[in-house]
């Protein structure tokens, strides 16, 4: 499991089973969906 910040940056704030390859590869798609992730949480927690 993984718990990402995307404010004021993108970071990771715990993880627990993911190697540092793998972290860097889901920063990574976070940062790449950042805007999408956002929108779809404000739609439904909004």
Request: glycine share 4%; proline share 2%; no cysteine.
């Amino acid at each position: 499991m993984a718990k990402i910040w995307l404010y004021p940056d993108v970071r990771v704030a715990s993880s627990s089973g993911f190697s540092a390859k793998e972290q860097a590869l889901l920063m990574e798609a976070v940062e790449q969906n950042r805007e999408l992730i956002e929108r779809r949480w404000n739609e439904h927690f909004g």
